[in-house]
């Protein structure tokens, strides 16, 4: 199942917040604490098999 509000922001054309938190990817995590990264429009959106969570690409920041 995938998240609802991923899903309607993706047909609606309309951003999501990207909100990051330590001990994640250490690629994009920040050290310590959350990390606010922007507002992204989203591309694409699927179920990835084997977790509850979704996942989206985006092409960048659009605002």
Known sequence: ???AALS???DRRRPVRVIRRANGDPTFSPDWGYR???LFNVDDYWQ???TSRPAF????SDW
């Open 36 to 38: 606010y990264d922007g």
């Open 48 to 50: 990835e098999a084997g």
């Open 57 to 60: 690409r985006s092409g960048g």
């Open 1 to 3: 199942m995938l998240n």
């Open 8 to 10: 309607l922001n993706h």
